[in-house]
């Protein structure tokens, strides 16, 4: 159990992929570019066993935008993406378009 202050320190806001593609020698890594409305992110997620990089661009998803950077197969990924993990990742997405940077609450 976390608390409510817990719970405040994630900073999840929505995004718009803008760019997908493979990472080199991996068979489920896909680097993301993310427009989070303010700033530009690239993060690396291990969905590309469900999805093609072509058929993300333009989808919002929620980000975790406060997670420490780390470094995945030489690329710094800044930030998480928030996915149902249902034996393969399926994105979650408003069902509105809403503006990138929104907060989720």
């Known amino acids: 159990m ?3 202050d817990d ?3 994630l900073d999840i806001r929505i995004g718009t992929i803008l760019e997908a593609e493979l ?6 890594l896909l680097k993301l570019k993310v427009d989070l ?4 992110r690239e993060l690396v997620a291990g969905i590309a066993d469900t999805y093609k990089p072509e058929d993300l661009k333009g989808k919002q998803i929620p980000i975790l935008t406060n ?3 780390k470094t995945i197969k030489g690329i710094e990924s800044k930030g998480m993406i928030l996915a149902v993990d249902n034996d393969k990742a399926i ?4 069902d509105k378009q809403v503006i990138n940077g929104s907060k989720i609450r």
Do not use: A
Request: hydrophobic share 30%; proline share 13%; no cysteine.
């Open 23 to 28: 990472v080199p020698d991996t068979d489920k």
């Open 2 to 4: 976390i608390n409510f």
């Open 91 to 94: 994105l979650l997405h408003p």
């Open 67 to 69: 997670l420490e950077p």
């Open 7 to 9: 719970f405040n320190k």
């Open 37 to 40: 409305g303010d700033e530009q």
